[in-house]
């Protein structure tokens, strides 16, 4: 019998909050790429945010197991330390420096379709319905009108499809990680965030030192923007979608990634004063349709609530 939640407004909440997190994230790592190699931007941001979530689980008294028998939970710390953190961290960074950004951003959109069909047969009470597949297929409609043919046009990289395959890869390893993370043992949710994070550094560090050397301090400019990505996206975004998978379902979670795109092109204009593409209505209209037609159960559990 499923354990999941219906989710709520503090659900809604969450996951919004999400997609304008990792919406800024491309922003982020195109500035910090500036002044680092992708393999240590990658393991900077683990260790820079494992530090940080160690301290605050640390301080809030170092609470690890929920039930018994802590053993059966290592397996899935350490498989979804390096499926969530490590390798597509990683993946990403190397990915951009050989690709356009509007094509990492609709990559993202393609996890909800990877997710939709694993949590159908590995997530009690998480089925693929009929109601889900026309919202999901409206939504990533909405995200490729959103992006357009740019996605697609040649960066002049000469890995360029290396760099594509790249960033599936990475939409990949977070589709797989959500559906391991939502079928471990309990667990809590500051130690967990914590210790994928944790596991994600040790990895990292000798994996970044073999392949590209000994790090080097980065410039102001993307030394600033590696704390940010390290301690918001990473730290804290990997706190909030441990609470959302494990409560609401990983299904419930991929709607941020219809949100990712709307925010990185609005960063773009505001912050790198890029063009917004005339098809913004039109996809928004999609976007918001299909997580609407999806999660109809949720918002009409909410809007009827008594007041």
Not at 16 to 27: D, I, K, N, P, R
Not at 57 to 81: E, K, N, Q, S
Request: aromatic fraction near 10%.
């Amino acid at each position: 019998m499923s354990d999941l939640e219906q989710p709520t407004l503090r659900h809604w909440a969450m996951i919004s909050t999400l997609g304008l997190v990792w919406g800024a994230t491309f922003l982020f790592i195109e500035l910090a790429l500036e002044g680092l190699t992708p393999f240590w931007l990658a393991t900077w941001r683990l260790v820079l945010g494992a530090a940080l979530m160690l301290v605050i689980w640390r301080a809030m008294g170092g609470r690890y197991r929920v039930g018994p028998d802590p053993r059966a939970r290592w397996p899935y710390v350490l498989i979804c330390g390096v499926l969530s953190t490590v390798v597509p961290f990683t993946l990403l960074s190397w990915g951009q420096t050989h690709v356009v950004s509007s094509f990492a951003g609709v990559s993202m959109a393609t996890i909800p379709l990877i997710v939709l069909p694993l949590a159908h047969f590995f997530v009690p009470g998480d089925q693929l319905t009929r109601r889900k597949a026309i919202g999901f297929g409206l939504g990533f409609a909405g995200t490729v009108l959103l992006i357009g043919p740019q996605a697609l046009s040649d960066s002049g990289a000469e890995l360029e499809n290396w760099g594509r395959l790249a960033c599936l890869a990475t939409a990949a390893c977070y589709a797989v990680s959500s559906i391991i993370l939502r079928n471990c043992p309990p667990i809590d949710p500051i130690a967990m965030a914590a210790l994928l994070l944790a596991v994600g550094a040790v990895l990292g560090v000798p994996l970044a030192w073999a392949v590209e050397g000994p790090p080097q301090m980065p410039p102001q400019g993307p030394l600033i923007a590696l704390l940010l990505l390290a301690f918001i996206p990473t730290a804290a975004a990997n706190y909030l979608r441990v609470l959302v998978v494990r409560s609401a379902g990983p299904t419930f979670m991929t709607l941020t990634n219809f949100q990712v795109p709307l925010w990185s092109l609005a960063f773009g204009a505001l912050v790198l004063n890029e063009p917004l593409p005339g098809t913004l209505v039109s996809a928004l209209v999609l976007i918001l349709s299909g997580v609407a037609i999806s999660q109809w159960r949720s918002l009409e559990a909410i809007f009827r609530k008594p007041v």
